[in-house]
């Protein structure tokens, strides 16, 4: 049994007032703390619909456990099983496609983790609870400093840009080459060409890593260019 593996008191086990009160004010504490992370970078899903998705599976999870309780029959996992599959929508939801660029996904993905810790301390292993939150912080804080800082000195850029003219832009292209950039599935715009300015996205491999903003202030000074940014 978990409870005689972690020596838990009494208090945190059985499934009464002051049980049910604790386990769902740490799966509060819990989703808020992660949603605190995702909020501050101003994403989709952020410090009120983590701590939402951690409360409510707590209290499905402990839900199932009294039900098996009171009836003696059953699965006492099924409704946390029902939890962990219907997350879906919600990371469905705070996933979206702007500009040929996929965002949402580690919200979507942190939303899961969330109704997890809930699920965790509805079932009262607040030991692997606590670990995982821990873990989670550290991921999704310091490790997304790492990821961006890889992401902005790769070899690979997905640009997306503006030219006067199609001369313009053949002229960029031969200025690219002479750099020993590659350029590659280019797209022009439709709706950019009746206008006066041709709109194109495209992608660069650059012959080793290099900071992402440099390159973009070296396109951006060759003629005919109106802007350039990364996707």
Same mark, same amino acid.
């Given at each position: 049994?978990?409870?005689?593996?972690?020596?838990?008191?009494?208090?945190? $086990?059985? !499934?009464?007032?002051?049980? $049910?009160?604790?386990?769902?004010? !740490?799966?509060? *504490?819990?989703?808020?703390?992660?949603?605190?992370?995702?909020?501050?970078?101003?994403?989709? =899903?952020?410090?009120?619909?983590?701590?939402? $998705?951690?409360?409510?599976?707590?209290?499905?999870?402990? /839900?199932?456990?009294?039900?098996?309780?009171?009836?003696?029959?059953?699965?006492?996992?099924?409704?946390?099983?029902?939890?962990? +599959?219907?997350?879906?929508? !919600?990371?469905? &939801?705070?996933?979206? *496609?702007?500009?040929?660029? *996929?965002?949402?996904?580690? #919200?979507?993905?942190?939303?899961?983790?969330?109704?997890?810790?809930?699920?965790?301390? %509805?079932?009262?292993?607040? $030991? %692997?609870?606590?670990? /995982?939150?821990?873990?989670?912080?550290?991921?999704?804080?310091?490790?997304?400093?790492?990821?961006?800082?890889?992401?902005? @000195?790769?070899?690979?850029?997905?640009?997306? =840009?503006?030219?006067?003219?199609?001369?313009?832009?053949?002229?960029?292209?031969?200025?690219? @080459?002479?750099?020993?950039?590659?350029?590659?599935? *280019?797209?022009?715009? +439709?709706?950019?060409?009746?206008?006066?300015?041709?709109?194109?996205?495209?992608?660069? #491999?650059?012959?080793?890593?290099?900071?992402?903003?440099?390159?973009?202030?070296?396109? #951006?000074?060759?003629? &005919?260019?109106?802007?350039?940014?990364?996707?």
């Amino acid at each position: 049994m978990i409870d005689g593996i972690f020596d838990l008191p009494d208090l945190l $086990v059985a !499934l009464d007032f002051y049980s $049910v009160l604790i386990r769902l004010l !740490l799966a509060l *504490i819990l989703g808020g703390i992660i949603g605190l992370e995702r909020g501050r970078k101003h994403r989709p =899903a952020g410090f009120r619909t983590y701590m939402i $998705v951690s409360l409510a599976s707590a209290l499905i999870m402990m /839900t199932n456990e009294y039900l098996f309780e009171i009836h003696g029959a059953g699965d006492p996992a099924r409704l946390g099983a029902q939890v962990v +599959s219907g997350i879906g929508f !919600l990371g469905a &939801g705070s996933i979206m *496609i702007s500009n040929l660029r *996929i965002k949402g996904i580690t #919200t979507a993905a942190g939303l899961w983790a969330a109704a997890g810790l809930g699920l965790a301390v %509805g079932a009262g292993f607040y $030991v %692997g609870a606590l670990i /995982t939150g821990v873990f989670l912080l550290i991921v999704m804080g310091l490790m997304s400093r790492m990821g961006v800082y890889m992401y902005t @000195h790769s070899k690979s850029m997905t640009l997306s =840009a503006e030219f006067k003219s199609m001369e313009h832009f053949s002229s960029f292209i031969e200025e690219v @080459h002479k750099m020993n950039y590659m350029i590659s599935d *280019i797209e022009i715009k +439709s709706s950019f060409l009746g206008t006066e300015y041709i709109g194109v996205t495209f992608g660069i #491999t650059l012959p080793k890593p290099y900071d992402h903003e440099e390159i973009i202030k070296q396109l #951006t000074s060759i003629n &005919g260019v109106k802007y350039i940014e990364e996707l």
